[in-house]
């Protein structure tokens, strides 16, 4: 009962968050007290209820001190969650290494425990992925003779397709012989076929280590080692095709004074093969790791090349591919302690393992970018798998030593496969077989925009993004965005905090843009560049050119059957035109078409007013055109007059008009009348002409600038009158009510609408907050505009008035002013820094209207700590208070301490 009380009340203790996080995993070390303490209360039953507390009070505070000493493992950030391949295995082979697209394992198992002297049964299993989850396939029966100890198997696995092979040793117990066998298939796992002898073997029986290696498509060999003369050794390999062994193809001599087994490591590139092992030199008895290489499939092989020469013992070489290079790994022991090394083809060595344990059996993988080894390691007195990510040295998290595996393993070598960049590490833990994936990639992220779908053209400037959180092994740490009119930029700040998932950039003006973003996860690891192509168009089309080759612009004609053209232009193109005719328009059109030409047949004899207008991609309305179109009798049609105006926009302050007589009646007089009331334009003032046959000119000089309409009288010869001729042009004049708007309601004269004096706004940008923890910057921006009136001295001044587009800042190392698009985002913005230093953050406020070519400006010294070191410093300091703490209450209950030591001991 008293041990029960006991049980509880450290549990009640472990709901504090800090105890907890103290007593993970040393489950040994509370049952041992508990059991102490049980023992005590047996051999005292007379010890009262009171004292029983305290003296459990006292025994709970000794184990606090001393759980608080003890090191503990977190669970490391770059590897994913441990996954259970095989449930007890004796010995196993992976593959594959030049990313295959499945995970092999080779494995054997016993069917009954071993037992010495008497026949023992395995099975040889094949387990595999499928469609995400493991498949397990027995292969073949091994039956070993009676023995005094089990002898090794030594399975392995290649694949290359559909292609498989499965290599294995064969023991026999009488004089230690062994042959090699194997099994193949071509059409995948379930199509291997029944176990073969090696022939290379058959008969001999001598052959040991066979490492099974697809080296191109219907091509193979087993690499394995057997005795060449007394004390030499040959690496051999067996050669053939298809399940078939035809010939045999020496690699190396290796000397039969190596300590340990040969274990070659074999790398597939293409056409060439790499194979890294071990020799002894016989005159400094020191092994060495070695390398050959074919680059024929494997019919002929270079000479040794020696990696390693440095004096020690070199055991277990390893080796992958990068995308330019090789990178050896291998166990040394300088100073008498085992210690793993790594060095990239052609370059030093580099100390891999930190710590002053033993460091042994590696292995090593380079997943996209980078380059993780793993290796047993004995630093906490019983063997536990530790890795490093090579390429990551100044990353907190992976780039040093950290301890990977969860629990005991099993004292097997440790084993990479690769399934495209991704890598996976398969180890023995306990009887079993076990795998975690290393985070060495991040995958691109997947943006969206519900304000400018991609592929479409929006004319909001406030452009809203939105990306999926990425599943991402390691967690995401900061995203990096930037907008431009590049498409290949690679943003270089990382300026947006892990929570966010949406983000709005306003104010943006008409063109074609990117988004570009990334992440980087904190495992160090950096997604590729996502560039999403946006396009805004703010800018409504111009206003269409209406013509007709029928009907002249409201000039009478019997013709009833009409033929309009209509054009408008847009930097974006046009989607469609809108339009209406007839003698009274809609206010809304609801016609539409996509060509610039209309026909209308049998139009009744009538006034008609066609009006056009453009949307273009962006959504954007131009202003409506007009034509006026009369099917009636013909009184005029002995004059066609045409102007030099382009595109009915008068851009300098001349305009010829040619007029062309058509009835031979002859022209003596022409007066005209221009700006926005139509009156008698032979009230107006006249125009000298010239006569070249029918053909008069008439050029009109001086023109106010901003007119709309020049209305044109002429006079026969006869002294008889033309109708007056209205010509209708495009205008900038702030008098007309509305622009362009040719109907029967003309222009009336308007006061001109003064625009507003800027104003000198004046004051900063003010960074009214900036707060700085555990890496991420929060910055909150706004613009005070209560000084503005008094810098501009007015009485008519309104702050109001001045309108504040939006802010650009920046992290910089210098004050400076910042450039580029608005990049505030909202009320506040959070920026991740985590590289330790002084930075300048800079900003600028923007402004619109009459003050958009000014602006106001402000900066702040931002100082980032080493987050590592404040970190350091704020757990040394918990420690030690808790360390006094402790002190305080063993100085507080001395003296029962003292009588518990004497009693126990």
């Known amino acids: 009962m008293r041990n029960i009380r006991t049980a509880a009340f450290m549990i009640s203790c472990c709901r ?144 290359l397709g559909d292609e498989i092979l499965i290599s294995w040793q064969e023991t026999l117990p009488q004089g230690g012989a062994s042959g ?9 796992p379930t199509s291997i076929g029944a176990k073969q002898i090696l022939p290379a073997t058959a008969g001999k029986l001598n052959a040991i280590l066979p490492l099974a290696k697809m080296i191109a498509p219907g091509r193979h060999m087993i690499l394995y080692q057997e005795p060449s003369a007394a004390n030499r050794f040959n690496l051999s390999a067996a050669t053939g095709g298809r399940g078939i062994f035809n010939g045999i193809v020496a690699v190396a001599e290796i000397s039969g004074g190596t300590r340990g087994a040969l274990f070659p490591a074999v790398l597939r590139r293409g056409a060439r093969l790499d194979i890294l092992y071990q020799n002894r030199a016989e005159a400094t008895l020191i092994d060495d790791i070695f390398r050959a290489f074919s680059v024929d499939q494997g019919l002929s092989w270079s000479s040794n090349i020696r990696v390693t020469a440095n004096g020690f013992q070199n055991f277990s070489g390893r080796v992958t591919d990068t995308k330019d290079k090789l990178v050896f790994v291998w166990q040394s022991n300088p100073g008498k302690i085992w210690t793993v090394f790594a060095a990239p083809e052609d370059q030093q060595p580099i100390q891999v393992s930190e710590s002053s344990g033993a460091a042994y059996m590696p292995a090593i993988v380079a997943g996209g970018d980078t380059v993780v080894t793993a290796w047993q390691d004995m630093r906490g007195g019983s063997a536990q798998i530790f890795a490093k990510f090579l390429d990551r040295p100044d990353n907190a998290y992976v780039g040093v030593d950290h301890r990977v595996s969860k629990e005991g393993i099993a004292q097997r070598p440790l084993e990479f496969v690769r399934l495209g960049d991704r890598p996976f590490l398969l180890y023995g833990c306990g009887p079993g077989l076990c795998m975690r994936e290393a985070d060495t990639t991040a995958g691109a992220l997947q943006v969206l925009s519900r304000t400018h779908a991609l592929g479409k053209i929006s004319k909001s400037g406030d452009a809203i993004f939105s990306w999926v959180n990425p599943q991402d092994l390691s967690g995401v740490e900061s995203y990096a965005y930037v907008i431009d009119d590049q498409k290949d930029t690679d943003p270089d700040l990382f300026n947006l905090n892990a929570r966010a998932t949406q983000i709005t950039i306003p104010g943006l003006n008409g063109g074609a843009y990117y988004m570009h973003m990334k992440y980087r ?72 078409t996509t060509t610039g030409e209309l026909a209308f047949n049998n139009v009744p004899p009538g006034k008609y007013i066609f009006a056009v207008e453009a949307i273009d991609l962006g959504g954007n309305v131009s202003e409506r055109a007009f034509y006026r179109i009369d099917i009636g ?111 029967d309601v003309e222009y009336e004269k308007l006061p001109p609408v003064r625009e507003r004096d800027p104003l000198q706004v004046g004051g900063r940008a003010d960074l009214i907050s900036t707060f700085f923890d555990r890496g991420i910057l929060e910055i909150r921006l706004q613009y005070d505009a209560s000084d503005v009136c008094r810098n501009n001295n007015r009485k008519d001044c309104k702050p109001k008035l001045v309108k504040v587009k939006g802010f650009v800042w920046e992290i910089a190392s210098a004050e400076r002013i910042p450039q580029g698009e608005i990049n505030f985002s909202g009320p506040v913005e959070f920026i991740y820094l985590q590289k330790p ?29 080493d987050l590592r070191k404040e970190f350091r410093r704020r757990l040394y300091t918990y420690l030690g208070v808790a360390l006094l703490i402790a002190a305080l209450l063993a100085l507080w209950q001395r003296k029962r301490i003292m009588f518990y030591a004497g009693a126990w001991g």
């Open 16 to 159: 504090v968050r800090h105890i907890c996080a103290t007593l993970a995993g040393n489950e040994i070390l509370v049952v041992s007290i508990i059991t102490s303490l049980n023992n005590k209360y047996q051999k005292n039953p007379k010890i009262s209820h009171t004292r029983t507390k305290k003296r459990q009070l006292t025994a709970i505070a000794f184990f606090l001190l001393l759980a608080s000493l003890i090191p503990l493992h977190s669970e490391p950030i770059g590897w994913g969650e441990p996954s259970l391949v095989e449930r007890k295995v004796e010995e196993y082979g992976v593959c594959c290494h030049e990313s295959e697209s499945r995970i092999y394992a080779a494995s054997t198992v016993l069917r009954a425990p071993f037992v010495k002297n008497a026949p023992t049964t395995l099975d040889l299993i094949l387990t595999y992925t499928e469609s995400g989850s493991f498949v397990r396939l027995p292969i073949a029966e091994i039956t070993l003779a009676p023995s005094e100890q089990l002898f090794p198997i030594h399975p392995s696995v290649s694949a």
């Open 180 to 188: 090699i066998y194997y099994a193949y298939g071509s059409g995948g």
């Open 521 to 592: 996860d904190r495992a160090g690891n950096v997604s590729p560049v996502t560039h999403y192509p946006f396009v805004i168009d703010s800018m409504p089309p111009s206003r269409p050119i209406v013509s007709s080759p029928t009907h002249e612009n409201g000039i009478p004609d019997e013709r009833q059957d009409i033929i309009l053209r209509f054009s408008s232009a847009d930097d974006s193109g046009i989607q469609t035109y809108r339009f209406a005719m007839g003698q009274k328009l809609p206010r809304t059109f609801t016609d539409e």
């Open 633 to 743: 009798k013909n009184e005029r049609n002995d004059l066609t007059i045409r102007h030099n105006a382009e595109a009915d926009v008068i851009t300098r302050p001349d305009i010829t008009f040619t007029i062309q007589d058509n009835g031979l009646r002859g022209v003596r007089e022409v007066y005209y009348q221009s700006g926005f009331d139509l009156k008698d334009p032979f009230a107006g003032k006249s125009v000298k002409t010239e006569a070249t046959d029918n053909i008069y000119t008439a050029r009109i000089t001086n023109l106010q600038k901003g007119i709309s309409v020049i209305s044109l009288g002429i006079v026969y010869s006869d002294g008889t009158r033309a109708a007056p001729r209205h010509f209708y042009f495009d205008s900038n004049d702030p008098r007309a009510r509305k622009k362009f708007a040719f109907t």
């Open 837 to 865: 230093g002084n930075y300048f953050l800079n900003a600028k406020t923007v402004f619109g209207g009459p003050e958009k070519r000014q602006f106001a400006y402000d900066n702040r010294m931002i100082e980032v700590p």
